[in-house]
């Protein structure tokens, strides 16, 4: 079983920039797709960007154009880099695969609160 852990989360400010990291114990290209997922107080987990095997990317519309996924296959980890923060991106963001076939537990995520 392949675990997931999320790191590079904190307090930005509105119009500021962070890079998680996702780092598994195992293989990501066996998973095929994997995503960022992310959930705020009182909502439901959502899937805000993934990346397949080949690199090719698809995002939601709250986030594209300020967020770029990526992944590194020989080390195991996925990448996301989030431009031009708002306050409504503030949630716990969470890595996994994208087809439920393929997903794994969930880590502990890594918090990111967008404030002034």
Not at 28 to 53: C, D, H, N, S
């Amino acid at each position: 079983q392949v675990q997931f852990v999320e790191s590079g989360g904190g307090l930005v400010q509105p119009g500021g920039s962070l890079t998680l990291s996702c780092t598994a114990s195992g293989s990501i290209f066996t998973l095929g797709a994997m995503g960022w997922y992310r959930q705020a107080p009182g909502k439901q987990r959502e899937l805000v960007a993934q990346i397949t095997r080949g690199g090719s990317t698809n995002y939601a519309d709250s986030v594209k154009g300020r967020f770029t996924i990526s992944r590194d296959n020989a080390k195991h980890i996925v990448y996301l880099q989030m431009n031009i923060l708002k306050p409504e991106d503030t949630a716990v963001y969470y890595c996994n695969a994208v087809l439920a076939r393929y997903q794994e537990s969930w880590g502990q995520g890594t918090q990111v609160t967008v404030s002034s």
